[in-house]
């Protein structure tokens, strides 16, 4: 990690951030006045904001974690800063984000902060997937104490990104077609990709 990275990643930036029930008040507000995360308040980012909030909804009131990856939460001895980078419009963070707030929920050993991209971009443009893209959700993984970057995840599990990537150069597909196609991976796969990523990661972070 650089010494930009440190002085990016300060107390400064973390204040800044939401807890996930900030996050959802805040997401939730902003939708009853027509609006959304970002500037962006079309109809289209609109009509894709109001979907992820039915499907946070559903996530935060059906997902459950698998006993093992609670186990292996419940035994985490390394006290963690799960800071996500995130807005209300993305269908990905809809997906993801109501997840990784259950496993942060399992153990008093990760707290959970939550920043919006567009008004963070410094700290984005250190996290770029394939040192070229502002995807998101992004999770930057931290010691509670010294702020080191343990790791990262995001912006999607490894099956989805792959369909992503595939679809971004397939010319017969169009957007609509190709964000219907991942909405309907993840109603498939039932969270369980991304549970089975972060059983690993989390022993890597916690070296």
Same mark, same amino acid.
């Given at each position: 990690?650089?010494?930009?990275?440190?002085?990016?990643?300060?107390?400064?930036?973390?204040?800044?951030?939401?807890?996930?029930?900030?996050?959802?008040?805040?997401?939730?507000?902003?939708?009853?006045?027509?609006?959304?995360?970002?500037?962006?308040?079309?109809?289209?980012?609109?009509?894709?904001?109001?979907?992820?909030?039915?499907?946070?909804?559903?996530?935060? #009131?059906? $997902? *459950?974690? /698998? %006993?093992?990856?609670?186990? &292996?939460?419940?035994?985490? !001895?390394?006290?963690?800063?799960?800071?996500?980078?995130?807005?209300?419009?993305?269908?990905?963070?809809?997906?993801?984000?109501?997840?990784?707030? #259950?496993? $942060? *929920?399992? /153990? %008093?050993?990760?707290?959970? &902060?939550?920043?919006?991209? !567009?008004?963070?971009?410094?700290?984005?443009?250190?996290?770029?997937?394939?040192?070229?893209?502002?995807?998101?959700?992004?999770?930057?993984?931290?010691?509670?104490?010294?702020?080191?970057?343990?790791?990262?995840?995001?912006?999607?599990?490894?099956?989805?990104?792959?369909?992503?990537?595939?679809?971004?150069?397939?010319?017969?597909?169009?957007?609509?077609?190709?964000?219907?196609?991942?909405?309907?991976?993840?109603?498939?796969?039932?969270?369980?990709?991304?549970?089975?990523?972060?059983?690993?990661?989390?022993?890597?972070?916690?070296?």
């Amino acid at each position: 990690m650089t010494s930009t990275d440190t002085k990016l990643l300060n107390l400064e930036t973390l204040e800044k951030s939401y807890s996930y029930e900030e996050y959802r008040d805040l997401f939730g507000r902003l939708l009853e006045n027509d609006k959304t995360t970002g500037e962006n308040h079309s109809e289209e980012m609109l009509h894709y904001s109001k979907m992820n909030l039915y499907r946070m909804d559903r996530l935060d #009131k059906y $997902a *459950e974690l /698998t %006993p093992e990856l609670k186990q &292996k939460l419940n035994d985490l !001895d390394r006290s963690m800063i799960w800071l996500v980078i995130s807005e209300g419009w993305c269908g990905d963070a809809a997906q993801n984000l109501p997840i990784i707030n #259950k496993m $942060a *929920e399992a /153990t %008093p050993k990760i707290e959970l &902060k939550i920043i919006l991209r !567009d008004e963070h971009l410094d700290v984005m443009d250190q996290f770029l997937t394939d040192g070229r893209s502002r995807s998101i959700p992004k999770l930057i993984c931290m010691d509670a104490n010294s702020h080191e970057v343990l790791g990262t995840w995001g912006p999607r599990p490894e099956t989805a990104q792959e369909m992503a990537n595939d679809l971004k150069y397939t010319n017969d597909v169009s957007r609509k077609e190709g964000a219907e196609r991942l909405h309907k991976w993840y109603a498939d796969d039932k969270n369980t990709e991304i549970q089975q990523e972060f059983f690993y990661l989390i022993d890597d972070w916690e070296r």
